[in-house]
């Protein structure tokens, strides 16, 4: 035991100290800022006014559309969002757009009442903000025309078009209720599915360098002088998964401190002992899988080719995340749960979607730490035997013959 703990401390201390360490904590981070956090601040669709070019050809919705944008959209200092600007036709604003003097241009034909059809110009259509803005100015426009046109008074119609809103509440088992954010339900598992995968990508494949460094240079010939080789593989194993265990909570207080500052829980407090065991356990199972990786091959470049069925294996969770979030139930969830491999990236989706039964926890908890000990064992089987074999590559039949050893 003492040989294992002075293998871990070892490997722990090496990589933490490592430039390479310190950017790969800091890579997850800036992937995930600019792929998540910009949804979280897409309503607020910036805070400039927008000028618009308005060809109306139906003169009988002309100031009622104008009034609609003028009460609904305002900038923070309520001044009006939008600025319309009457033109006599397409070609006539066109220049002006082309100039930036306007944003935009909104066509509206002469038998929209009946059509339903307008059109909107601009330099790039990547501000879909200000084409919804617009889309629905014109349409909530001539809806109350259409109404009024049948004999409705205005307010009549605007009580009678009116949206219902429906407030969202989760219940808990002691018949709390909390108010319901529908992107926190998603983003809080798929965050932490997100480090799952980037803890094992990263790790994973320093874990792989390391091994087919101490190989190549027979380094690993003197420590297994005084060492087995399970107590070699096992000691580098969890070091490098106390390495992730930095990581995860350097990324956790940093997303627990984005979501009190926007005011939002993203993670579950409750829930985060489970996901830590269904984190390390996958994280130990996949980093006894790269470590095998690196017995077997004398190259990277061999290395990298296998490594990728591993890596496709880890990303299926995470793109099919909205499937299985809102299918937690189903069969094919279910049945993926209990596959080592798939075990906790589908548990985590599960328990957060409050859909796994405890006998399921339990089972799956326990089929995880099997997993990894029997793993563990492999990697120091294959590993001893791989020694033998320098300048050689393993064929599966040999590979086989080594488990059964």
């Known amino acids: 035991m003492s040989s294992i703990l002075n293998i871990l401390k070892w490997e722990f201390m090496v990589r933490f100290r490592s430039k390479i360490f310190l950017i790969s904590l800091l890579m997850p981070l800036f992937i995930l800022g600019i792929s998540i956090i910009p949804a979280m601040?897409?309503?607020?669709?910036?805070?400039?006014?927008?000028?618009?070019?308005?060809?109306?050809?139906?003169k009988s919705i002309d100031a009622e559309l104008k009034a609609h944008m003028l009460e609904s959209y305002h900038l923070s200092n309520n001044e009006p969002k939008y600025w319309f600007f009457d033109y006599p036709s397409f070609a006539e604003a066109e220049p002006d757009l082309q100039d930036k003097t306007l944003d935009a241009i909104v066509v509206i034909p002469a038998g929209i009442l009946d059509s339903a059809k307008a059109s909107f110009y601009a330099r790039s259509l990547s501000n879909f903000i200000v084409i919804d803005d617009l889309h629905d100015g014109v349409a909530h426009t001539v809806m109350m025309k259409r109404l009024t046109n049948q004999g409705l008074e205005i307010h009549v119609a605007e009580r009678a078009s009116k949206s219902v809103r429906m407030e969202t509440f989760e219940v808990s088992e002691e018949g709390d209720l909390t108010k319901g954010n529908e992107l926190m339900i998603f983003l809080g598992p798929f965050f932490f599915l997100f480090l799952l995968v980037m803890a094992v990508f990263i790790n994973g494949q320093l874990l792989l360098r390391s091994v087919m460094e101490e190989r190549t240079n027979r380094m690993v010939e003197i420590?297994?002088?005084?060492?087995s080789s399970r107590e070699l593989m096992t000691g580098k194993i969890l070091?490098?998964?106390?390495?992730?265990m930095v990581q995860i909570l350097f990324y956790l207080s940093m997303g627990i401190g984005f979501g009190?500052?926007?005011?939002?829980?993203?993670?579950?407090?409750?829930?985060?002992?489970?996901?830590?065991i269904y984190f390390f356990?996958?994280?130990?199972?996949f980093a006894a899988i790269y470590a095998t990786l690196g017995t077997l091959f004398d190259n990277e470049q061999d290395a990298q080719q296998t490594m990728g069925i591993v890596s496709i294996i880890a990303m299926v969770p995470l793109m099919g995340s909205f499937y299985f979030m809102s299918n937690p139930t189903a069969l094919i969830t279910r049945i993926l749960s209990f596959v080592p491999p798939m075990t906790p990236f589908m548990m985590i989706l599960r328990i957060s979607s409050d859909a796994a039964e405890p006998w399921e926890i339990i089972a799956t908890i326990l089929?995880?730490?099997?997993?990894?000990?029997?793993m563990m064992v492999l990697a120091g089987k294959i590993f001893r035997t791989a020694l033998l074999m320098y300048g050689k590559r393993a064929t599966l039949p040999e590979i086989w013959r080594w488990i059964r050893a």
């Open 223 to 227: 420590l297994l002088s005084t060492v």
């Open 41 to 58: 601040f897409i309503d607020e669709g910036g805070e400039t006014e927008i000028k618009v070019g308005l060809i109306n050809n139906e």
């Open 367 to 374: 089929l995880m730490i099997l997993s990894v000990w029997g």
């Open 281 to 285: 356990s996958g994280y130990f199972f």
């Open 239 to 244: 070091g490098l998964g106390m390495l992730g």
């Open 260 to 276: 009190l500052y926007k005011g939002i829980d993203i993670i579950k407090f409750d829930e985060m002992p489970l996901l830590f």
